[in-house]
């Protein structure tokens, strides 16, 4: 791909940037699957089930991993088969079916966890303050993916009623009420399990103090 091909301004180099990274990405991802006996899409579902620990419906896996519902029931389907997960009736509704892991399924996304290390090794080149402003922009860019209905919602701290935003980051740190938690850029959370959404007004302004706050 030739230089430029995404245009001169940053913009557009940011973007090849970003292309050249999935593309290390989708192929670390597909050599640790294969070697594992499975797909990307199955060992992403192997361990969002790890991370979230309880039980998940399909529509849920559906909606966090940005799956079509088909392509979800096929890779939940293979998974069962493998004995690396198990349906079990949802205590709420006895009709609706959840998914959790086997203890078999639990080491598969143990390893699937892993594949990303090289990415890992990478960041850890950076020095300290580079990573927490490559961070909070990442966390800016994802937002805006969620604002444009790009990828699902996150669990994040920006969007949380806990979150107290600071306006200057650099010299007091953010809070979580939920936590009673001093945060620094550099430890704000895209999945946290007691994320409460904030209604919009309130996502808002918080926001637009974090977006406009000096690194």
Known sequence: MSEGVYGELATGRVTH?????????????????ESAGLTPTQGEILVLLMQRKNPLRLGEIARETALTAATTSDAVSTLEAKGLIEKRRTTEDGRALAVKLTSRGRTAAKRAQQWPDFLTEAIGTLRNEE?????????????????Q????????????????????PKKSAHRCSALNLAIGDAELRLDCPVHEEADSLTQKKVWKIFAQSAA
């Not at 209905?149 to 200057?168: L, N, Q, Y």
């Open 17 to 33: 940037s970003l292309l050249r990274l999935s593309t290390a990405m989708r192929s670390q991802a597909w050599e640790w699957a």
């Open 149 to 168: 209905g790009d990828i699902p919602a996150h669990r994040m701290c920006v969007t949380c009623k806990h979150f107290e935003v600071s306006k200057t």
């Open 131 to 147: 990573q927490a402003i490559f961070y909070r922009t990442m966390i800016k860019m994802i937002r805006q993916l969620e604002v």
